[in-house]
């Protein structure tokens, strides 16, 4: 004979709630570390996004702040292809005594299309 403790509600879905309001209603909530206060300041800069104060209270409202700002594009250029890319492709270029199309230059899945199809063989 086998013992299996049962747990209720072990497998039901979440019930979710406001997240906002349910931490403002903890007053347990732990005040955001300095560390992690620093990061949101700077990533604030970086993305040109105001910086809410009142998230520095608590520390589970500043990280989901933190990972919505990191999940957005940081700068215009991420789309870029990378300087060794650029090269790789340009040696392509003179190998073959073609022009590599400007539209390449400005994004890196164009360029790496372009180089996968003009490989020396």
């Not at 979440?14 to 906002?20: G, L, S, T, Y």
């Not at 300095?34 to 800069?45: N, S, V």
């Not at 608590?58 to 250029?77: E, T, V, Y």
Request: net charge positive.
């Amino acid at each position: 004979m086998s013992f299996q403790p049962q747990f209720p509600g072990i497998f039901d879905a979440p019930v979710a709630k406001n997240a906002a309001a349910e931490d403002a209603a903890t007053p347990d909530a732990l005040p955001a570390t300095e560390k992690q206060i620093h990061y949101a300041q700077a990533l604030a800069l970086k993305t040109g996004v105001k910086f809410p104060a009142d998230l520095a209270r608590n520390r589970a409202a500043l990280s989901r702040w933190i990972d919505a700002q990191k999940s957005a594009p940081a700068c215009k250029f991420t789309n870029y292809p990378s300087s060794k890319q650029v090269a790789f492709a340009e040696r392509i270029a003179r190998l073959k005594r073609q022009q590599i199309p400007p539209e390449c230059f400005r994004d890196r899945t164009m360029m790496s299309r372009w180089i996968d199809g003009n490989k020396p063989r």
